[in-house]
């Protein structure tokens, strides 16, 4: 929108001028380099042996749930010294 609000009748009441084309060639540039790099930086991360999920098994005791659910309504007092 603000690239081209230059271009619209309303520029010469805002007092814009159009930007130089020179400058969409570098914004062309930019994005497209930066989209590269981040294509090749991701490839390099997940080729990676630490990056490979790896499912973890939750292995819970059977009392799990009630114990989390006691949880609340115990209260924890330090031992006598």
């Known amino acids: 929108m603000g690239a081209?609000?230059?271009f619209t009748?309303?520029?010469r009441l805002?007092?814009?001028r159009s930007l130089p084309s020179l400058?969409?060639?570098a914004l062309t540039?930019?994005?497209i380099s930066y989209l590269?790099?981040?294509e090749v930086r991701k490839r390099w991360f997940y080729r990676l042996p630490?990056?490979?999920a790896t499912p973890l098994r939750w292995h819970r005791a059977p009392s799990h749930r009630l114990h989390r659910r006691?949880?609340?309504?115990?209260?924890h007092s330090l031992p006598d010294a």
């Open 4 to 6: 081209t609000l230059p």
């Open 9 to 11: 009748p309303l520029a």
């Open 14 to 16: 805002l007092g814009f």
């Open 23 to 25: 400058f969409f060639l």
């Open 29 to 31: 540039l930019m994005v």
């Open 36 to 38: 590269a790099l981040i």
């Open 50 to 52: 630490s990056a490979r």
């Open 70 to 75: 006691a949880a609340r309504f115990t209260s």
